[in-house]
């Protein structure tokens, strides 16, 4: 099969690797369509800790192409449309114990990340992968596969925006109006959230407000933190998603928070300089400050459920897609900081 691998900083090779042989409980998926994300054009640029070379791609989505002896063909059949639950989660630690496999003490020495003798990565961007039942879900067949592969980053904004636990008519900031900051939009509007979105581009603001955002603005032009006031009757804002990376952006994050509100830093900081914090407003007006990360299996069904049956549209999040042998200019063109989401197909 073809696979498209790191093997260094800003090197890309398509290399010919073994197909997949699965086991008797797993299923042989053919990736069709495969999402690049912050964490794979980190990777790229070398920016890094995992083990090269890579295989990287965990966005994907596909179908299956050949069954093992004891997946139970009720469930799952050759040419079904699936994605997979990608977090490699030990399911013995006391975090897969109680469902929170997200945060699993094994995933990052697992292979997925660490492999020095061979190729680490989720292989989203190889032609064929061998998934274990368990971990498959199923797609109607009438989904494109560049929809489906939205699951995964879908599935860490569920997580995110439940941990919320949003309640109807409540004023909810999103920094940030990339695909992640979009998605917290749609997802705080569908909870009954009036959403105020904070973004300096022009025309992610617009489209912020074609997705649901009730009020947007650029938080460059004079005092941010006021405006949010202003439209919170001088209170900020009950929850505030910061979707950004930069950690000046974090202290801001929590000076939008109103007294007894909640403040989420959903992106990871980068780079993770420490974030200068007023304890004693977080004692004194009862703020709480919590990150949320991927999704835990749960999420992710519901993750699959919002975009099965049509209850959050992604089309407008996507940008272009790229075949998978021009993958150098895939990842060039995600680079670029005024662009949506990325997608790597295999035909």
């Known amino acids: 099969m073809k696979a498209i691998v790191e093997t260094g900083v800003k090197q890309l090779e398509i290399q010919e690797l073994p197909t997949p042989v699965i086991e008797k409980d797993e299923v042989l998926m053919k990736v ?41 063909p009720e469930h799952f059949q050759v040419g079904d449309h699936v994605v997979k639950y990608i977090i490699p989660a030990c399911g013995e630690c006391h975090y897969c114990k109680i469902g929170r496999e997200n945060l699993c003490v094994e995933v990052a020495s697992s292979p997925t990340f660490q492999k020095p003798d061979g190729i680490s990565g989720f ?9 274990k ?14 929809h489906s592969a939205f699951t995964e980053p879908l599935a860490c904004v569920v997580n995110s925006v439940e941990r919320a636990k949003i309640l109807f008519g ?3 900031v999103v920094i940030g109006g990339g695909v992640m900051g979009l998605m917290h939009v749609m997802l705080a509007k569908l909870q009954g959230a009036r959403v105020i979105v904070s973004e300096p581009n022009e025309e992610r603001r617009v489209l912020a407000e074609k997705l649901g955002a009730d009020v947007t603005f650029d938080p460059t032009q004079g005092d941010a933190v006021a405006f949010v006031k ?3 009757e001088g209170r900020g804002a009950d929850v505030v998603f910061n979707t950004t990376a930069i950690p000046v952006i974090a202290q801001q994050a929590m000076d939008f928070t109103a007294t007894g509100g909640q403040t989420f830093v959903f992106s990871s900081l980068h780079p993770n300089d420490p974030v200068p914090t007023n304890m004693g407003a977080i004692h004194s007006y009862e703020k709480v ?6 999704p835990t ?48 197909t295999f035909d």
């Open 32 to 72: 069709r369509a495969n999402g690049l994300c912050t964490n794979d054009i980190r990777d790229y640029l070398g920016d890094t800790v995992y083990s090269f070379p890579r295989v990287g791609g965990h966005e994907f989505s596909g179908e299956v192409v050949e069954i093992g002896s004891e997946v139970n």
């Open 123 to 131: 292989f989203g961007m190889a032609q064929y992968i061998a998934v």
């Open 170 to 172: 409540q004023d909810v």
């Open 133 to 146: 039942s368990r971990d498959l879900y199923k797609y109607p067949k009438d989904v494109p596969f560049t």
């Open 289 to 294: 400050i919590t990150g949320t990360v991927s």
């Open 230 to 232: 202003e439209q919170t």
């Open 297 to 344: 299996i749960r999420t992710f069904y519901r993750s699959v459920q919002l975009i099965a049956k049509g209850l959050v549209d992604i089309t407008a999040l996507l940008d272009k897609t790229f075949d998978y042998q021009d993958a150098v200019d895939a990842f060039e063109y995600a680079l670029r900081p005024e662009t949506l989401k990325t997608i790597i």
